[in-house]
């Protein structure tokens, strides 16, 4: 009884060994989708030079460089920091960015004027690479006074495809070694008094 009840059960493994085909092929099908970016973000560091430069992220769009000091070697009035901000898309895509400057406040005298801010603050793009060790590559891409960025035709998404850009504000040292275009610095000769004016910088994305 019991050879014919393993008779049985060999023979039914065998059927149910042939029933099974010799290979089986399914198809998984992946998506995902990106969001396409439609809006800009703007993260502000207030910026120590170094070395090693200390930034130090702030909530805010003020970028003020408080009282400013004389630097009495070569008589020109110098901040102890300058202002970075690095801009960012909410989605897949970079935009292109125009800059326009005005004076708001010129104890010098009438404002947009070029003895105000816009002639004495400077503005410098560039484009940061995020290595694979983890360390950023700065590029320059160029820098200019204030005012000279109404004119010199904003940033094109080309100009930092490989990374993201960065734009740093600061005020004229005259130091012939960094890119700040027309800019002057402040000196004995400017009246003294409160400087002001409204960087406007709009995103646009293709």
Do not use: C, H
């Amino acid at each position: 009884m019991k050879k014919l009840l393993l008779a049985v059960i060999a023979a039914l493994a065998g059927l149910t060994l042939m029933a099974m085909p010799a290979s089986a092929q399914v198809d998984f099908f992946i998506d995902a989708e990106v969001p396409a970016a439609n809006g800009a973000t703007f993260a502000v560091s207030q910026v120590t030079p170094g070395p090693p430069e200390v930034f130090t992220p702030v909530n805010t769009f003020n970028l003020d460089f408080q009282t400013l000091t004389l630097d009495t070697v070569n008589g020109i009035f110098i901040p102890s920091f300058f202002w970075v901000v690095d801009v960012g898309s909410n989605g897949a895509g970079f935009p292109d960015v125009q800059f326009a400057y005005t004076d708001t406040a010129n104890p010098n005298g009438g404002l947009n004027n070029g003895t105000g801010l816009g002639g004495r603050g400077t503005i410098a793009y560039a484009e940061v690479v995020t290595n694979t060790n983890g360390t950023q590559t700065v590029n320059l891409i160029r820098g200019e006074s204030l005012d000279d960025a109404n004119t010199s035709g904003g940033i094109d998404e080309t100009d930092y495809a490989n990374g993201f850009l960065r734009f740093s504000v600061g005020i004229a040292t005259g130091d012939p070694s960094l890119s700040e275009g027309s800019a002057t610095p402040f000196t004995a000769a400017d009246q003294p008094g409160t400087y002001s004016g409204t960087l406007t910088v709009t995103a646009t994305f293709d």
